[in-house]
C-alpha cells in the first residue's frame, strides 16, 4: 500500500536576491542541505533561473517587489551586494531574518564608508580620501604622490569604476565623464607585489571558519586565477591575513562568507583593497577542492547550522575562470577537456558567450603545482578557444600518484 507523503513539514525557505553564476551555485550546494531556495532574479533566462524550482522574476531595486518576495521566505541572503539598505531594513522589519545584515553590508556597497569604518577599527588600507571635484582630487595626488587611483564609492566590479590617473590633467577628464556625478574615493597607488584574497564565514552563532589564504591573478581588473594555499606565504603571514579577515566579520557582524581582497607589499604587510559579502570569485576553488565549498558554508551560516571544514583536499588547488571567447558551444569542448584530465572539474554557468564575460570556471587540485597550473590553464584555453599546447606531462589521469 502506498503511504501519503508527509507534509507535516514545511521546508525551510532560504531567498536569494539576484540570479547570477553566484547563486546558481549556491542553489546546487542546497540541494543536498535539504533546503528550499527561492530565486529572485534579473529575468527568465539569468544563470540561476535557468536551474532552479522556484524563481520569480523582478525587479531588487523596487521596493514592493522585494518585500513581497522576501515574505515567501524565511531568511534573505544575496548573489550580489547592490539591494538597498532601506528596502532590507523594511523587509527586517517584518521579522524576517537578512543575512548578512544591512548595517554589515553597506560596508560591501560602499567604499567610502568602508574606508571610514576600518580607519576607526586601524584596518591597514591605503592612504584615501573622498573627494568632490577635479581639484580635489588633483591635491589628493599632489599630496601623496602620483599616479593615484581613483574608485567611484558605489556599483564597481570587475575593474568598472576604478581608474589609474598618472598625471593631474586626467582628473580633469575624469570627472567630465562621470555624466550626472558619481562619489569617487581618491587612494594612494599601491606598489604592491600580488592580490591575495581571505575568505572567511561566520554565524549567527558566532562560529567563524577561515578558507586558506589564495593568490588572486588579475588582468584589466578581471580575476583569472587563483592558487590556493598562495605559494611562498609564509605561515605567519597566512594567519595574519586570516585573523585581519576573521576581525572584520566580527566587527561588522557578517554573517555568511566575507572575502577580503589584500594587496602585499614586498615587505609581506598587506592593506585591504575591497570586500564582498556573499561567496567570491576567489572562492570557486573551494567547490572541488576544500572538504567544505564557499557555497555551502555561506548556506549553512544563513540557516545558522555548524560551519563546515574549510580545509584542502589536495595541497594544492588552481581555479581558472573561463572567459568568453572564441567557442560559444562550451559543452562540446568537454569532450577534448575530459578526455585529456579525467580529474579536471569544470564549471559552467549557462551564460550566452560574450568576449571576456565569466561564462564558466575549472579546477586542478594535486600535489604539484606546476603541473596542476598547467593542466587548469590548458582546459580554460580550450573553452575560451586559445591555441594553448600546454602537456599535462603525458598524465591523462591528472597526475593521480
Known amino acids: ?235 605567519d603571514q597566512a594567519i595574519t591575513c586570516q585573523e585581519l579577515a576573521l576581525r572584520i566579520a566580527r566587527e561588522l557582524d557578517v554573517v555568511g562568507v566575507l572575502a577580503v581582497e589584500l594587496m602585499q607589499r614586498a615587505d609581506g604587510s598587506v592593506v585591504v583593497n575591497e570586500l564582498a559579502m556573499r561567496p567570491h570569485n576567489t572562492g570557486h576553488w573551494t567547490m572541488d577542492g576544500a572538504y567544505t565549498s564557499q557555497f555551502e558554508n555561506h548556506l549553512r551560516a544563513v540557516v545558522d547550522l555548524p560551519l563546515g571544514d574549510p580545509g584542502l583536499r589536495d595541497p594544492y588547488a588552481v581555479m581558472t575562470n573561463v572567459l568568453g571567447g572564441t567557442v560559444e558551444d562550451l559543452p562540446s569542448e568537454l569532450l577534448h577537456c575530459f578526455a585529456r584530465d579525467r580529474r579536471l572539474r569544470v564549471q559552467l554557468y549557462g551564460k550566452q558567450v560574450r568576449s571576456h564575460r565569466k561564462v564558466g570556471h575549472v579546477t586542478v587540485t594535486g600535489q604539484d603545482l606546476a603541473q596542476v597550473r598547467r593542466r587548469a590553464r590548458h582546459a580554460a584555453s580550450r573553452l575560451m578557444g586559445i591555441d594553448d599546447e600546454a602537456e599535462t606531462d603525458g598524465d591523462t589521469d591528472g597526475g593521480r600518484r
Open 1 to 235: 500500500m502506498n503511504e501519503e507523503p508527509d507534509t507535516s513539514v514545511r521546508p525551510f525557505v532560504v531567498g536569494i536576491i539576484g540570479g547570477g553564476q553566484l547563486c546558481r551555485m549556491m542553489y546546487a550546494a542546497s540541494i543536498g542541505l535539504g533546503l528550499r531556495v527561492r530565486i529572485l532574479a534579473e529575468s527568465p533566462d539569468v544563470s540561476a533561473a535557468q536551474v532552479g524550482s522556484d524563481v520569480v522574476v523582478g525587479d531588487y531595486t523596487d521596493h514592493d517587489t522585494v518585500l513581497t518576495f522576501a515574505r515567501q521566505c524565511d531568511v534573505i541572503t544575496f548573489d550580489h551586494e547592490h539591494v538597498s539598505t532601506e528596502i532590507l531594513r523594511a523587509v527586517a522589519a517584518e521579522g524576517i531574518e537578512v543575512r548578512p545584515g544591512p548595517d554589515a553590508l553597506i560596508h560591501a556597497q560602499d567604499k567610502g564608508i568602508m574606508r571610514q569604518r576600518f580607519a576607526d577599527m586601524g584596518i591597514p588600507c591605503p592612504v584615501n580620501r573622498l573627494v568632490a571635484d577635479a581639484d580635489e582630487l588633483k591635491a589628493f595626488g599632489d599630496e601623496v604622490g602620483w599616479p593615484i587611483i581613483a574608485k567611484a564609492t558605489r556599483g564597481g566590479y570587475d575593474g568598472k569604476g576604478v581608474w589609474k590617473l598618472d598625471r593631474p590633467g586626467e582628473a580633469d577628464a575624469l570627472f567630465a565623464g562621470l555624466h550626472g556625478g558619481a562619489d569617487i574615493l581618491a587612494e594612494e597607488f599601491v606598489d604592491f607585489t600580488r592580490e591575495l584574497s581571505a575568505i572567511v564565514v561566520r554565524s549567527p552563532s558566532n562560529q567563524a571558519v577561515a578558507y586558506p589564504v589564495s593568490e588572486s591573478v588579475q588582468k584589466e581588473g578581471i580575476c583569472t586565477e587563483t592558487v590556493t594555499p598562495a605559494e611562498g606565504l609564509t605561515d
